[in-house]
């Protein structure tokens, strides 16, 4: 069972009829490579963008996404293909032209009443996300589906659910605003670069790294912890504003171990610490921090402006959750340091290899994931209705991942999401107040 802190209001979204929106001009065919850092995070991320303009009411609005749609396709044809299995049992894209499913919807509120959306609540935000019926793998699901909702207040909601694999967060976001920046008759600031070849794997590979981002961690806790943890999620968020992070800094410094630390270093060390505690993990239980990395500027030579598809790579760091705990909060600021300095070219290209020999997937196990969207300009999206008055995801993708959101009028506030158990997430509020 789920539960997410909100409130008992009942969205009711009446959906038209899907169909189909493909490139406005002929397109390449054939099949499209994607490269290893593309293929370990093939799952569909949710997000929605809600819009109220006191200028312009909704009337045409799904019209004019849909028209735009079709014109930014021509650019990024890929996304009106479909996943397929390449003869070496990897995802490709088969760029068949057939287009991304897009849906006009209904709701029988005004955008207010669906409140504070920077908490990711599935129940209701789901509604405004088509979901394909009956898909039963990410093979069945188009890469991108669209969803226009009218509100009754004169605002809409554009829901979109992407796959992974096809971008990261700032290629995603890079297509959001070209297709945005087309509905306003606009030619695309970032036209994105689709060849993904600089990521191939050596030949032959060169495994140089342990890579522990893909190491199974064996679980220490009894079942009924698992039980608890796998039934009994709570979902909350916390707001650090811009002084609570200044003060996690000096925290985490004040030993003088630390020359320097940034917000990103300061909070994850912070929360990993707090999830360990809350969740009460055995002293001897290891426990990995996993978060992500932007490769775009450290490969050699660096990826281009606009490069369509995954640039991130992830690193990890790993300890005992004793280590983590009984030394001080620089500790822990330290470990993510080591972590982030070691995303090399070296490291990203042998992290690639290392996929191409194994074909294994990072591992969750007794692991906490950080997705940092804080950086991504998700507010700054316009389809000529001004930018969101309120954006973000309809939910964690996995019950091991926190995720940091840009919040406030001046984005310098961060909202940390996350789930856990009940009686966890009682502690973990506790942590939370510095």
């Known amino acids: 069972m789920e539960k997410y802190d909100g409130h008992a209001f009942e969205l009711s979204v009446k959906l038209g009829k899907p169909s189909l929106v493909p490139p406005k001009q002929v397109t390449k065919m054939g099949l499209y490579f994607l490269s290893n850092l593309d293929q370990n995070i093939a799952v569909m991320v949710r997000t929605i963008y809600c819009f109220k303009s006191a200028e312009k009411d909704n009337g045409n609005a799904a019209r004019v996404i849909r028209e735009a749609l079709e014109m930014v396709l021509v650019h990024y044809y890929p996304l009106a293909g479909r996943l397929t299995i390449s003869p070496d049992r990897k995802l490709i894209v088969d760029c068949t032209g057939e287009g991304a499913v897009f849906v006009e919807a209904e709701a029988n509120c005004s955008i207010g009443e669906i409140g504070d959306i920077t908490k990711p609540d599935p129940s209701t935000l789901g509604k405004l996300v088509y979901d394909v019926p009956g898909a039963k793998s990410i093979l069945e699901i188009p890469p991108l589906v669209a969803q226009v909702t009218r509100f009754k207040c004169g605002g809409f909601v554009l829901g979109l659910s992407m796959n992974h694999c096809m971008f990261d967060g700032v290629g995603a976001m890079e297509f959001v605003n070209s297709w945005a920046e087309t509905a306003r008759g606009l030619p695309l600031s970032v036209p994105p670069v689709l060849d993904r070849s600089p990521l191939r794997a050596r030949n032959p590979p060169e495994v140089e790294y342990q890579h522990h981002e893909f190491a199974e961690i064996q ?216």
């Open 219 to 434: 679980d220490l806790s009894t079942f009924n912890d698992l039980h608890a943890y796998e039934n009994e999620m709570f979902y909350r968020s916390f707001c650090f504003e811009p002084d609570k992070l200044e003060k996690l800094k000096n925290k985490a410094m004040e030993d003088g171990i630390l020359k320097k630390c940034t917000t990103f270093e300061a909070l994850s060390a912070f929360v990993w610490r707090a999830r360990t505690k809350a969740l009460k993990l055995l002293p001897d239980q290891k426990t990995k921090l996993l978060f992500a990395v932007d490769g775009r500027s450290k490969f050699n030579p660096p990826l281009p402006k606009g490069y369509f598809g995954n640039g991130i790579v992830l690193t990890n760091s790993l300890c005992q959750a004793r280590e983590l705990l009984e030394n001080p909060l620089s500790y822990a600021v330290s470990l993510v340091q080591k972590a982030i300095e070691l995303v090399t070219d070296n490291y990203m290209r042998s992290a690639i290899d290392y996929f191409e020999v194994t074909r294994d997937r990072p591992s969750l196990a007794s692991s906490l994931l950080i997705t940092t969207w804080s950086r991504l300009a998700f507010h700054a999206t316009d389809f000529g209705w001004g930018e969101p008055v309120l954006c973000g995801p309809v939910a964690l993708p996995e019950k091991e991942v926190i995720l940091f959101l840009s919040h406030g009028k001046a984005r310098r506030s961060i909202n940390v999401l996350l789930g856990l158990p009940a009686s966890a997430m009682e502690i973990f509020q506790k942590l939370m107040e510095i």
